[in-house]
């Protein structure tokens, strides 16, 4: 893959939102495909996008390195499932060389874990050092159901994998009504036993499932954490990283547990984030539908200043937060796009 633009590092925030928070951390979907047909993520039956409306590795390369010099200095790597990209390891490779410069602090990548006994030492051989995997379930049966298409054990192996070649694994766990409430201490005692941080997710009125009932998945991480209370103590940590969770820690075990709860408690107050698509379209809220389109903007030109031009623009129009409901029985503010075509 060709290595296009290198930006020194910039030590002057470039992004600022009409909030005054700061954006320096940079989603990109590189691919809306995915070997698992998550039930709160995709319909069984999906279209995908040609592949002549994707941005191509390089043009990928040129986005982020773009981001990288307005001030961004986290990437996180998302889907669909980013590893099932054809060569997505020469474009991880590529972005090594922003750790290097110092103008990137971390890159990272969220994965269902299906490829990762294959690509864990190359990622780490890349500078990742943390990754994220979705893991809902540790029984293999209500894995294959929850995934329609995915092997329990495969994943697994994965995170062995990950986890031999020296990176960081935090399991995200979306939290669903009837199906792994009788598993929360179950997961939270294995993530303990593997030293693994563990983040609980409330589920998101994001696209069509299909028929699958969204408001009878939904199960309030308030008494999520009550169930945790029952067994353990829990102590509210400080920490924040501009994004979404609130952590704990549980004090019997010395773990820390993270809770995006975007329906019980509104996360927005700290946004630092903006999420980019496979093709280009830069959403500046994960719960809102206005979108900036740099694709076309980006091909356009050699020169990289009407794609800065369109990103300063977009930033300046990042709404306060999102308007996700489901107070009143029924799936408020709900997005029309899949979560696999926005990213993760």
């Known amino acids: 893959m060709t290595q ?33 047909r998550c039930v709160y993520c995709m319909a069984e039956n999906m279209t995908f996008l040609p592949k002549k409306e994707l941005l191509t590795l390089e ?5 982020c390195s773009t981001f990288i010099g307005l001030g961004v200095n986290k990437l996180r790597i998302t889907g669909g499932e980013p590893l099932v990209r054809r060569d997505i390891m020469s474009f991880f490779r590529a972005m090594s060389r922003h750790l290097e410069s110092g103008a990137l602090h971390e890159l990272t990548l969220t994965t269902n ?21 979705s893991l809902d379930t540790l029984d293999a049966d209500k894995f294959a159901r929850v995934t329609r298409w995915g092997k329990l054990e495969q994943v697994l192996r994965g995170i062995e994998a990950a ?21 929360v201490f179950e997961l939270t005692q294995w993530c303990a036993a593997n030293d693994m941080d563990l983040t609980f997710i ?29 067994k353990y103590s829990l102590t509210q ?13 549980l004090d019997e075990t010395d773990q820390k ?15 630092n984030r903006v999420r980019m698509t496979c093709t280009g379209e830069l959403f500046m809220c994960l719960g809102q539908e206005d979108s900036a389109s740099l694709r076309d903007i980006m091909r356009s030109s050699a020169s990289d200043a009407p794609l800065i031009a369109a990103i300063e623009a977009a930033i300046a129009r990042k709404p306060k937060g999102h308007d996700f409901d489901y107070s009143r029985q029924v799936e408020g503010g709900k997005m029309t796009r899949h979560m696999s075509h926005t990213g993760g």
């Open 4 to 36: 296009t633009l290198t930006h020194s590092p910039n030590t002057t925030p470039r992004l600022i939102d009409p909030f005054a928070r700061e954006i320096n951390y940079l989603r990109v979907s590189v691919t809306d495909r995915c070997d698992f």
């Open 59 to 63: 043009e990928l390369d040129r986005m």
């Open 113 to 133: 874990g299906s490829q990762l006994e294959r690509f864990a030492d190359d990622l780490f051989a890349a500078g990742v050092r943390r990754i994220n995997v």
């Open 163 to 183: 986890r031999k070649a020296g990176l960081r694994v935090k399991i995200n766990t979306v939290a669903l009504k009837g199906f792994n409430e009788d598993e």
């Open 202 to 230: 409330e589920v998101m009125p994001m696209g069509d499932l299909g028929g699958e009932d969204r408001v009878g998945q939904y199960w309030s991480l308030e008494d999520l954490r009550k169930h945790l209370a029952t």
């Open 237 to 249: 940590l400080s920490e924040r990283t501009g994004g979404p969770a609130r952590y704990e820690r």
């Open 257 to 271: 547990i993270g809770f995006i709860t975007p329906l019980t408690h509104n996360f927005c107050e700290s946004c």
